[in-house]
């Protein structure tokens, strides 16, 4: 799934990204006080995240599959300390991190309590787990739009994957760790016109497999049909989705 997210990093960044900064502040000052401590955000894409725990004063480490995500990150945070890598084998060693976060990255993990088990595995005695992920599809719009590519493509991936209640939950338990708290977040999705929300929705790794499957044009014009019930009376469009994060300490 890595490789997927490679084809447009600046349309992710730019257009989907700051979608879920309200989910980052929300987790990170749940993680709080962050000054002078090491902090590991893995599946850091385009490194957002990073860049708001830097600005907390956290000393930040990123990981992501994508070598082009992490060129925008770098971009942005040229003194962080970012690796190309898989959540499920972290190359850091144990306990080395006080924070731990993971945005919308562990339910794309091919064994998702494997990669729980990693992010508690470098957190040290007393640190801390934060992940975050969509809260239920009945609270996401653009889910809408995930069941129709789902539908045109198999194993396209599903963002959705951990949202059901307590599964995030029960992975940090089985990973050996103490959950401490949890938060809910709204992060509408609001584009200005349809060829801004294509930009920044056909960047993400479920549609690129989709596109790479079925052909942009089939695709496009799924998502076009789902945009059409979204449409404000000012011509730009907005979905209505809840986020969600968990906090466990180790």
Do not use: K
């Amino acid at each position: 799934m890595g490789t997927l997210w490679d084809a447009a990093p600046w349309d992710f960044a730019e257009v989907c990204e700051p979608f879920t900064r309200p989910l980052y502040e929300a987790a990170l000052a749940a993680a709080e006080p962050l000054a002078g401590r090491r902090l590991l955000d893995v599946g850091c894409g385009a490194g957002g995240a990073l860049a708001l725990a830097a600005g907390y004063g956290a000393e930040v480490t990123g990981l992501d599959a994508s070598e082009p995500m992490l060129a925008v990150a770098r971009e942005r945070l040229p003194a962080a300390d970012l690796h190309v890598g898989d959540l499920q084998d972290l190359p850091f060693g144990d306990g080395v991190f006080a924070v731990v976060t993971a945005f919308n990255a562990v339910q794309y993990a091919a064994d998702p309590a494997a990669a729980v088990a990693e992010l508690a595995r470098v957190t040290g005695p007393g640190g801390l787990v934060v992940i975050g992920v969509w809260a239920g599809p009945e609270r996401c719009e653009t889910e809408a739009l995930f069941q129709r590519i789902r539908a045109l493509v198999s194993a396209a991936g599903d963002p959705l994957a951990l949202s059901a209640a307590g599964v995030v939950e029960q992975l940090l338990v089985t990973a050996g760790l103490t959950v401490t708290g949890f938060g809910e977040v709204p992060c509408p999705f609001t584009y200005p016109d349809l060829e801004t929300g294509w930009r920044g929705q056909s960047s993400i790794g479920p549609l690129r497999r989709a596109i790479d499957v079925a052909g942009e044009s089939a695709v496009r014009e799924v998502f076009a049909e789902v945009l059409a019930g979204h449409r404000q009376p000012d011509g730009s469009y907005r979905q209505d989705n809840v986020f969600r994060y968990v906090s466990a300490s180790r």
